[in-house]
């Protein structure tokens, strides 16, 4: 078993210890600072369980890199099936960094679930279920194009919204 032993060495590596939280903001990266506090809000709110754990700065910038984080991974369709918070707010929350495109996009997105938005996860993929189709995935396709073309830089509006 020698060689079984050797697949799980990496479990006997010591973690690499995180900064303290005060090192967070000596961040000069936009980038790196901007995931690094990711990281920290998403564990705050237990990974989007427990969103009233948020000031309401915090939301936003939850709703907004959780937004990002799954059109980039998915599209818009992987964030309404998998996003335990209301939908609705995410305009608001992408003009509240400053992203009024990226808001409009995410209006247009919406839109496309024919005006019913349920903030219940069940319920709305439910209603994902019932209009699937060519129809819906296209405009949910363009709307994914549209945000991916980046028109706006999420992370450095994301990093002075938090820094002000």
């Given at each position: 078993m020698e060689g079984g032993q050797a697949v799980f060495d990496f479990l006997k590596k010591k973690k690499?210890?995180?900064?303290?939280?005060?090192?967070?903001?000596?961040?000069t990266d936009g980038n790196r600072f901007v995931t690094a506090l990711s990281a920290r809000v998403a564990e705050k709110c237990a990974y989007g369980d427990d969103l009233t754990a948020l000031s309401p700065a915090e939301r936003v910038f939850y709703l907004t890199q959780t937004c990002e984080e799954e059109v980039n991974n998915g599209g818009f369709d992987q964030l309404f099936f998998n996003a335990g918070f209301d939908l609705r707010e995410l305009p608001g929350a992408f003009r509240a960094i400053g992203a009024p495109r990226t808001g409009d996009i995410c209006v247009r997105a919406l839109a496309a679930l024919g005006g019913e938005v349920p903030e219940d996860l069940e319920a709305r993929r439910e209603v994902l279920a019932s209009r699937e189709g060519e129809a819906l995935t296209a405009a949910l396709g363009a709307c994914d194009e549209a945000f991916l073309r980046y028109e706006e830089d999420l992370a450095a509006l994301n990093a002075a919204y938090v820094r002000a």
């Amino acid at each position: 078993m020698e060689g079984g032993q050797a697949v799980f060495d990496f479990l006997k590596k010591k973690k690499p210890e995180r900064p303290a939280p005060s090192a967070l903001w000596e961040e000069t990266d936009g980038n790196r600072f901007v995931t690094a506090l990711s990281a920290r809000v998403a564990e705050k709110c237990a990974y989007g369980d427990d969103l009233t754990a948020l000031s309401p700065a915090e939301r936003v910038f939850y709703l907004t890199q959780t937004c990002e984080e799954e059109v980039n991974n998915g599209g818009f369709d992987q964030l309404f099936f998998n996003a335990g918070f209301d939908l609705r707010e995410l305009p608001g929350a992408f003009r509240a960094i400053g992203a009024p495109r990226t808001g409009d996009i995410c209006v247009r997105a919406l839109a496309a679930l024919g005006g019913e938005v349920p903030e219940d996860l069940e319920a709305r993929r439910e209603v994902l279920a019932s209009r699937e189709g060519e129809a819906l995935t296209a405009a949910l396709g363009a709307c994914d194009e549209a945000f991916l073309r980046y028109e706006e830089d999420l992370a450095a509006l994301n990093a002075a919204y938090v820094r002000a």
